[in-house]
């Protein structure tokens, strides 16, 4: 279990009541950002605490991994120049019926306080301009100044079968509102229509120009088209038309594969070699036959495909 701050002086309102953490992908200027960059590697089970106002407010279990997803309709202006997809973690908080003051305590913080990416200020105990924070055990067991049912969550007193990961359904409404958004569209044909939407699934034009480049599965090598699914390597959602019917834009892959790819829990380097999440469940992928104590090459690719695969790196991998 990891342990996270995330400050939401703007957004706070919106996130605790709402269950979640998001931000963009990117800064303002397009860099990557160390504090956005962590939402990738919170899994499930970890504890994030919530701080605003120089109060920490609320505590919540992570109950997914980190997804792609659209900004918040409700944070209205907040962050009006920030991408308009980023990164979400679905996280169950629970406000403190007394929320406390760093700053009234930054004496016991200050020794736990890490020297880099601190969330707050040592001297001051004021909150650092940055959104989320990794933060020691240690730091976290503080939480005995909250109550001991906080406590008790630091210690890991709770079931992690009660997780709840609506990470599926949130992107599946999002692929739909995407989909709606086709059917609607007059400049577009009918047909047109038609054979983007099977795509979305793996059906129809897509899927059999797909299978003249991959006839088989690159890892599990199964060719019968029956137990094969035509994955999208950028998904479906965040594609152009054009990016959604262009066959070097996916690989034929057998269930478990394609959840792993689709999920972020594994890649591919343009060299061919398989990458591994660090936060991948490595039992369960040692279970599904995935090569994990070994560099492994699934092939070559065509130039198109390595720029969708450097686009799934930095937008769909867990790193």
């Avoid at 047109?192 to 699934?201: I, N, P």
Wanted: charged share 25%; aromatic share 10%.
């Amino acid at each position: 279990m990891n342990f996270w701050w995330v400050n939401q002086k703007q957004t706070y309102r919106h996130e605790v009541p709402g269950g979640y953490l998001w931000s963009p992908k990117l800064d303002q200027a397009g860099n990557h950002n160390h504090s956005y960059d962590l939402m990738r590697r919170v899994c499930p089970g970890d504890l994030v605490f919530s701080y605003a106002g120089s109060l920490l407010k609320a505590v919540g279990v992570a109950q997914s991994h980190c997804y792609e997803y659209p900004k918040p309709q409700e944070f209205g202006l907040v962050g009006d120049y920030w991408s308009n997809v980023g990164w979400r973690v679905d996280v169950q908080f629970k406000e403190f019926s007394q929320p406390v003051r760093t700053i009234d305590h930054i004496a016991s913080l200050r020794p736990l306080l890490p020297e880099k990416y601190s969330p707050i200020q040592p001297v001051t105990g004021r909150g650092n301009q940055a959104y989320l924070f990794q933060i020691s055990q240690p730091l976290a067991a503080l939480a005995q100044l909250i109550d001991r049912w906080v406590l008790d969550l630091v210690n890991g007193n709770y079931i992690l079968e009660d997780l709840r990961d609506r990470s599926s359904e949130n992107l599946f409404e999002w692929e739909r509102r995407v989909e709606k958004d086709i059917i609607n569209n007059p400049a577009l044909p009918e047909t047109e229509k038609e054979t983007l939407v099977m795509a979305r699934r793996g059906q129809g034009l897509y899927r059999s120009r797909l299978m003249e480049l991959e006839r088989q599965c690159r890892i599990t090598h199964v060719s019968n088209s029956k137990h094969l699914i035509a994955s999208h390597t950028k998904p479906w959602r965040d594609c152009s038309n054009e990016e959604r019917l262009d066959p070097e834009n996916g690989f034929m892959l057998t269930p478990t594969v394609d959840h792993l790819f689709d999920k972020g829990f594994i890649g591919f380097e343009d060299s061919g070699r398989l990458i591994i999440s660090p936060v991948a469940d490595a039992d369960s992928l040692e279970k599904m036959s995935i090569p994990i104590e070994r560099v492994h090459q699934v092939g070559s690719f065509t130039t198109g495909q390595q720029v969708y695969l450097a686009w799934h790196r930095e937008n769909i991998l867990l790193n």
